[in-house]
């Protein structure tokens, strides 16, 4: 019967796990789209093109980290089974 009370708590925190992953992949679509949006900037130039790259390495890092975090959740379902 005890063992019936901690199900709860992991499904809570399996569900809080994924919201943070959903919420890593939003932001990440979001910084996407801000870099993405640079270059609707008139007129294209080197520096637009810079700002773009920068703001694009910060969307794949996020991308990266998000998809780190979804493995990793992955993983301890794969090892609660």
């Given at each position: 019967?005890?063992?019936?009370?901690?199900?709860?708590?992991?499904?809570?925190?399996?569900?809080?796990?994924?919201?943070?992953?959903?919420?890593?992949?939003?932001?990440?679509d979001?910084?996407?789209?801000?870099?993405?949006?640079?270059?609707?900037?008139?007129?294209?130039?080197?520096?637009?093109?810079?700002?773009?790259?920068?703001?694009?390495?910060?969307?794949?890092?996020?991308?990266?980290?998000?998809?780190?975090?979804?493995?990793?959740?992955?993983?301890?379902?794969?090892?609660?089974?």
């Open positions: 019967m005890n063992d019936l009370k901690h199900v709860p708590v992991q499904m809570d925190s399996q569900f809080g796990a994924f919201q943070q992953v959903t919420q890593s992949f939003f932001e990440a979001q910084l996407d789209e801000e870099a993405y949006a640079i270059l609707n900037d008139c007129p294209l130039s080197c520096a637009t093109v810079d700002r773009f790259t920068e703001a694009k390495k910060i969307a794949d890092g996020k991308y990266s980290e998000a998809r780190r975090q979804w493995s990793r959740l992955k993983e301890i379902q794969e090892k609660s089974k």
